[in-house]
């Protein structure tokens, strides 16, 4: 199941890339694997994917330690400050950082064990209550606030959009995402690129490519539906 599931997506990838006028190549699919057994991404990696996302730091570090080291684990979950020692060093990116404090105790955390961190800046466009994220306007100063760490380094901007039935309906969304990602990319800060622009999901992720992702964030189109409420 997994590897067809897989092939659909990557064929349904390139095709948004072809329509979009954008190099197929030129946007990485993330794995989506929260929730699931080593079997199902030992599957995935047999496919070939070699790009895993998780949303819980004990669980990534776990699936970590299990599977091969060849594998770019992805963190995208709200990170708590006390399992940062989880993540950094086996995340190869930290999507979700959207405060000073959080970028801070990364940074102190690095520095102690001498590693080095990337990250992306976690926006909510939305601007939803729930949904963690810093708000767009707050943006730049978090990302300029950060440019001047020594070991965590700004690759980008990453969104979680609304769950809508209509994918057009969160296009506004990633254009967005993307209209900030130019913006700041202009201001030329020091250690801090804008190559990287993590949106789309399951339900939107040809949309989010159409507007611009660079990396998608695929679970269930992938592994299936997850039975366990997060
Ligand atoms: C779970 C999750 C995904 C994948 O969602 P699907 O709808 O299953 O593709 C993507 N991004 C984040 C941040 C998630 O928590």
């Known amino acids: 199941m997994v590897k067809e599931n897989l092939a659909i997506t990557e064929e349904r990838i390139k095709a948004v890339c072809e329509r979009a006028g954008r190099k197929p190549g030129s946007v990485t699919l993330i794995a989506v694997s929260k929730t699931k057994p080593v079997r199902l991404i030992e599957e995935a990696y047999e496919f070939g994917i070699r790009e895993f996302g998780e949303n819980k730091a004990q669980e990534m570090k776990e699936k970590y330690d299990m599977l091969p080291k060849n594998i770019s684990w992805h963190f995208i979950g709200h990170l708590q400050t006390n399992k940062i020692k989880y993540v950094v060093g086996r995340a190869c990116l930290i999507h979700s950082v959207d405060s000073l404090h959080l970028a801070e105790e990364i940074e102190a955390y690095c520095e102690k064990k001498g590693l080095d961190a990337d990250i992306l800046i976690e926006v909510n466009v939305a601007q939803e209550e729930t949904k963690s994220g810093i708000k767009p306007e707050e943006t730049e100063q978090l990302v300029k606030n950060i440019a001047g760490f020594s070991h ?58 159409e507007e611009g992702a660079t990396h998608v964030r695929v679970g269930t189109a992938i592994f299936g539906e997850r039975n366990i409420v997060l």
Not at 162 to 187: H, T, Y
């Open 152 to 209: 965590v380094h700004i690759k980008g901007l990453m969104t979680i959009a609304p769950f809508v039935e209509n994918a057009e309906n969160n296009r506004m969304i990633f254009r967005a995402l993307k209209d900030l990602s130019v913006d700041i990319g202009r201001k030329n800060i020091d250690n801090v690129s804008m190559n990287i622009l993590s949106m789309g999901m399951t339900n939107d992720y040809e949309v989010a490519i």
